[in-house]
């Protein structure tokens, strides 16, 4: 459309860096409605991304190396492929913010240095990533950024026969992080708990979280592991119909709080829930170790506060 406004977005990773961004996708979209708006983003997101009613178009960013030249030419060609009337860094990283300079120096929201719209917060590493975003659209001119809203996400989980009770449980988490995992042993006495109060536990996870789901479908009889059978909208909706979950910091359980499940969220030192939490009916535990987080502070949390356990969502 001749003199459409043309937008693009940055956000390449990971997935709850991106769950916490659907908030400001929301914001820039309302923002510029007329917009053909266009997302960079890299592969593991492009199915979730191209669902997103926030984008007209998503490139993929295979993320070249400084000394691969000719994945860089053909970066630099795709980005400078369109005149951009604006873009949104929510990346903010060091490489993300090479672009600008790689694109010609066009209208930009972010940390690049000389941009137009930085975000001129010598403090922003210390603010949560939501709080953080949302100032730098700010002082992009976008004045208010809504809580991120997964109701356009759908699948159909009627394929894995699950009861109307059950409880979602993360016990895995990236493999060259094992010291954000809570034990498979906690995860299986919690199941067992869940067990016996006529819920069934639902394991989510991929093929690097085998070993605890093994332990913990050992140790509880009644336990469904759906260990990697689900997409990220699958994941939602099972989220948006299950009693609560339970999960270490890691992405799903983003996803899972984001899409309105009561959500005990566990982390140990290596990562800090006042600057990356999920958002919502969220219980935060935190041990440096989580070996010494006990089960029964995890059942605590799910008998009493914002993560208890809720009756089953009455299905539209």
């Known amino acids: 459309m001749a003199g459409q406004q043309r937008i693009l977005v940055i956000k390449l990773s990971a997935l709850g860096d991106f769950v916490q961004a659907m908030g400001p996708f929301a914001a820039i979209r309302r923002h510029h409605p007329g917009a053909r708006i266009t997302l960079l983003t890299t592969k593991p997101f492009l199915g979730l991304a191209e ?32 005149k951009f009337d604006m873009v949104y860094d929510l990346q903010t990283s060091d490489r993300s913010s090479s672009y600008f300079h790689l ?4 209208p930009w929201s972010g940390i690049a240095n ?10 922003r590493d210390l603010m949560h990533t939501i709080e953080r975003q949302a100032e730098q659209l700010v002082m992009a001119g976008i004045a208010e950024t809504p809580p991120a809203d997964l109701s356009w996400m759908t699948a159909d989980i009627a394929r894995f026969g699950l009861p109307l009770r059950y409880a979602l449980l993360v016990a895995g988490g990236a493999p060259h992080r094992p010291f954000k995992r809570w034990p498979a042993e906690c995860f299986a006495a919690t199941a067992r708990h869940m067990a016996g ?3 069934v536990p639902v394991l989510l996870g991929t093929a690097d979280d085998d070993e605890p789901i ?11 592991s759906l260990c990697g059978q689900t997409s990220f909208a699958d994941i939602a909706v099972l989220a948006r119909h299950a009693v609560g979950a339970v999960g270490n910091d890691t992405g799903p359980m ?19 829930p006042a600057l990356c939490a999920p958002r919502g009916a969220v219980a935060v535990l935190r041990r440096d170790d989580l070996g010494n987080l006990p089960v029964d502070a995890v059942l605590a949390a799910l008998s009493e506060g914002p993560a208890t356990l809720r009756e089953p969502p009455v299905a539209a």
Request: hydrophobic share 40%; glycine share 6%.
């Open 254 to 272: 983003h996803l899972i709080a984001a899409a309105g499940c009561p959500a005990v969220v566990l982390f140990s030192s290596e990562s800090d």
């Open 51 to 82: 669902q997103c009613p926030y984008f007209d178009e998503v490139w993929v960013d295979s993320r070249p190396r400084p000394w691969e030249v000719a994945g860089l030419m053909r970066l630099r060609k795709l980005l400078r492929s369109v």
């Open 103 to 106: 694109m010609g120096d066009p």
């Open 197 to 199: 109060l006529g819920i």
């Open 214 to 224: 093994r332990v913990i479908t050992g140790a509880c009889r009644m336990a469904r």
């Open 114 to 123: 000389n941009c137009d719209f930085p975000h001129a917060n010598p403090d």
